[in-house]
């Protein structure tokens, strides 16, 4: 049995964003490069942005995916001790 070690995920929104991206950029490059008459030229640049401007959108997704994570855990366990106090006037320690 094959053992996974990475976050499913993870790789899965990568990968649909570079894939997105690949394709968009792809289409875009399509565009100019006909309208211009350098598809050669214009496929790959747009190849190229749209690659990058994919994988960084899938980066972004996932990092915005771990802080919710990490805030979820964060005020789950509450690592000062702080205790909200229900007496009207009185401060939250």
Known sequence: MIRRTFN???STNLAISISL???IGAGIGIAV???????ALWMSIGVGCGLAIGASIGAL???QKNKKNLDLKLRKHNTYGA?????PGKANL
Do not use: F, V, Y
Not at 83 to 87: A, E, G, L, T
């Open 8 to 10: 499913e995920n993870k």
């Open 21 to 23: 991206g690949l394709a």
């Open 33 to 39: 490069g006909t309208a211009t008459n350098n598809l």
């Open 61 to 63: 997704i996932d990092n």
């Open 83 to 87: 205790m909200k106090s229900n007496i």
